[in-house]
Nanobody
Framework: QVQLVESGGGLVQPGGSLRLSCAAS????????VRWYRQAPGKERELVVG????????NYQDSVKGRFTVSRDNAKNMVYLQMNSLKPEDTAVYYC?????WGQGTQVTVSS
């Protein structure tokens, strides 16, 4: 049974940082392309970043380039999203996605 569990969200002031985690079970993240999506209230879910199975290819949404960094820890079967210089428009529920599997999401709120 495949399960993805996100964590690390919260309330942060503009300019702050958060690190999201995605813990995977039932599959091996090192063999998978992993994507982070987000969905803001009243908006469609959008791709934030993807990282290839080999970890050599990443694809960031333009609005997060230079601020967000995706990484993986294959030994722990985890994927991370380091988010720096957060802006109010980054407020959303963030989801981890591998193949057809989704986590439950973690809320990120950027507000003063």
């Amino acid at each position: 049974q495949v399960q993805l569990v996100e964590s690390g969200g919260g309330l942060v002031q503009p300019g702050g940082s958060l690190r999201l985690s995605c813990a995977a079970s039932g599959l091996t993240v090192s063999w998978s392309t992993v994507r982070w999506y987000r969905q803001a209230p009243g908006k469609e879910r959008e791709l934030v970043v993807g990282i290839s199975s080999a970890g050599v290819s990443t694809n960031y949404q333009d609005s997060v380039k230079g601020r967000f960094t995706v990484s993986r820890d294959n030994a722990k079967n985890m994927v991370y999203l380091q988010m720096n210089s957060l802006k109010p428009e980054d407020t959303a529920v963030y989801y981890c996605n591998i193949f057809a599997y989704w986590g439950q999401g973690t809320q990120v709120t950027v507000s003063s």
